[in-house]
């Protein structure tokens, strides 16, 4: 087996015990060996050496959440990111459109566009997308995943009308005459959107999922997250495991409410790798984002309507008979809280610590008054920080 000796930068371990190595000896695919050069050497004459040349080599990133099956599928989708009007949204569509010799029977869809960028922040409608391509079904995704627009078409096929109530933890963006604008936000996107996903070709999902790993693989990540693992998701890590195809560590979390019977339907996943891929707990969601107004906040948003906190998806019972049931099936919850009532409605759900490490996903509006009850009922806050980069202002 091919040997490699790394040498002549910082070599970060993470274990106290071995402080400051001179080397690192890689044979094969294992870390044969930490410590002084020079006896590494002795140790395989005829490795292959290596300058850092004074960078550092750190362990594998864990990615601490992401989903990467909506990830990869995002890698199919019109590029969006960065588009600051009307004209350039409906230009990028159009060129997808173009370049992919897309027809009118199948789905358009962009991803990436942030209503912050565009004129008074405000999101796209059903026009604009009926304008940038007639006679096709279109969909637009926030960067954020928590929301979209649709144009007349698409809301049509999807049955939503001006009779058509909020679903539960979601809401349809209508105008002054109560008539849908093409605006779904939370549960009102994300549900319809995954069932578009869902028809996706099996052999296009699998190749996608290929490049999204070295994606994952080129910031340095070795541990990957399936966030919330549906039994589309799961189907795809199955399937990419059993074709051993997987190359980066895969956890999945199992949708709480509706698929909590994966880990015991496929046991030899269950809290276990193998090929790559296991099933580590739930995955609950108890509201919405910050940027999209739709996380649930003590306080009103600033200049929005008079008292609006964003809303809950689930009542308090429902939340604690989620975190019971978690604690009685020996999985760890993964539990999406961004506002700091979501935050108070999960750490009220736990009368007593679960042995699990539960975790507080996001917990972007958690106030310092609510740390020592996350400390104290051993609760994990992973908090996310790229979100301040991208919309602290």
Known sequence: MKAKLFYGGPIITMDESMPNPEAVLVIGDTIAAVGKKQELQEQAT?????????QALLPGFIDAHSHIVQFSNTLQFARLNGVTSKEELQKRL??????????????????????????KAEHPTRQWLDEALPGY????????????CVNTSLLEKMQITSETPNPKGGRIGRD??????????????????????????????????QKAQQMYFGYGITTAQ???????????????????????????????????DLGKQHPEYCKTYKNHFKIGGYKLFLDGSPQGRTAWVTKPYLNGEEGYCGYPVYSDDEVCQFVDKAKQDDMQLLCHCNGDAAAAQ??????????????????????????PEVKEKKIIPSFFVAHTWHWGD
């Open 46 to 54: 005829d490795a292959e050496c290596i300058d850092l040349q004074g």
């Open 137 to 148: 079904l279109v969909m637009v995704c926030h960067a954020s995943g928590h929301m979209g």
């Open 226 to 260: 399936d966030g919330l693992m549906k039994q589309y998701e799961y189907e795809i890590l199955d399937t990419a495991a059993k074709q051993g195809k997987l190359k980066l560590d895969v956890v999945g979390y199992a949708d709480i409410r509706e698929y909590a």
């Open 346 to 371: 999960f750490l009220q759900a736990h009368k007593e610590p679960s042995e699990c490490r539960n975790v507080m996903i996001h917990a972007q509006l958690l106030r310092p008054d609510q740390l």
């Open 94 to 119: 159009q060129e997808f459109v173009r370049t992919n010799e897309i027809t009118p029977e199948q789905i358009v869809i962009g991803f990436g566009y942030d209503n912050n960028d565009l004129p």
């Open 176 to 209: 002054e005459q109560g008539q849908p604008t093409g605006y779904l936000e939370e549960t009102a996107f994300t549900l319809p959107a995954a069932n578009l996903l869902g028809e996706q070709p099996e052999a296009d999902v699998q190749a996608l999922l």
